[in-house]
């Protein structure tokens, strides 16, 4: 083999072995947005550029719910002690969009702001290796779990009472974490009853899996509206639109709309004002 067709081999090889080897380790930088969401495969925190939530103030018929998630989250913010948060109840009542309403709003008020990063539910196995990359960082952040809840043959609930409390290593004092569930336990009721009616210790069978919520320090119920409240939201979002329309005709559109879900809640709300928006020629700037 002559020099020329030994160097041509080589670089064939070397091209070979660079296609099939695992792309560099990408740094995991805090500083590069706000926001960001964790990739479980890849081990990177994915930058968001802009996220989709609206203001605080748009919120309405949950103020109270509003106060108590601010006060822990700015108390998280300034250094101080402060608890992760469990907001259950009804489907569309606002809870995801409190969350993170809640973490614009503290941004707004401090200077070291505030990172959200988003776990997928699927991806909560990971949970160790991500607080493994954020236990060094100095940025405060908050984990976000939209949607939790499990059901019978699901065991990544472990991973989860670990972080939250018990585990060997706990929680980072920089990570707070706020997951949302439509179900106070994060389990249907017949998941409950079943565990109790087939369990040789039906106690024991239940009590490990409905502990899990008695491990968030706050317990936030949000619940379907009243119809003054529905209208309040959907003339709250008509005013920061600029939209120009009657009270009144505003008002027997917006519950017409409700009727024909079945519910009032803050999503029925949006999507009305969406439908609104949009037969009027009005873009949603808020």
């Known amino acids: 083999m002559s020099d020329k067709e030994l160097v041509d081999t080589l670089r064939t090889i070397a091209d070979s072995l660079s296609r099939i080897a695992p792309p560099a380790a990408r740094d995991n930088d805090l500083g590069r947005a706000d926001a960001f969401v964790w990739q479980a495969e890849t081990g990177w925190l994915e930058p ?50 409190l969350v993170k309403a809640v973490h614009a709003a503290i941004n707004e008020e401090i200077t070291d702001k505030l990172a959200l990063i988003e776990i997928h539910r699927e991806d909560l196995t990971s949970l160790p ?45 920089n990570v707070l974490f706020y997951a949302t569930s439509n179900r106070r336990h994060l389990m249907p009721r017949e998941m409950i009853d079943n565990e109790r009616s087939t369990a040789i210790n039906p106690s024991e069978a239940v009590e490990e899996k409905v502990s899990l919520s008695d491990r968030f320090g706050l317990w936030i119920g949000f619940h379907n509206c009243d ?59 808020l």
């Open 48 to 97: 968001v550029a802009t996220v989709s939530r609206v203001h605080i103030s748009l919120l309405r018929g949950i103020d109270r719910s509003k106060d108590i998630l601010l006060d822990n989250t700015r108390r998280f913010a300034k250094g101080f002690p402060a608890n992760n948060a469990l907001l259950w109840g009804a489907r569309g009542t606002g809870k995801s969009s």
């Open 129 to 173: 290796k991500l607080l493994g990359v954020l236990r060094p960082q100095k940025r405060r952040c908050i984990l976000f779990c939209d949607d939790l809840s499990f059901d019978a043959a699901d065991a990544s609930y472990k991973s989860l009472k670990a972080v939250l409390e018990g585990g060997i290593e706990g929680r980072p004092p």
């Open 227 to 285: 119809q003054e409240t529905f209208f309040a939201m959907v003339e709250g979002y008509v005013d920061a639109i600029g939209i120009k329309i009657d009270r009144a005709q505003l008002r027997r559109e917006a519950n017409e709309w409700s009727v024909t879900r079945g519910a009032r809640s803050g999503r029925v709300a949006w999507q009305f004002i969406q439908d609104l928006a949009g037969r009027l020629g009005y873009k949603l700037e």
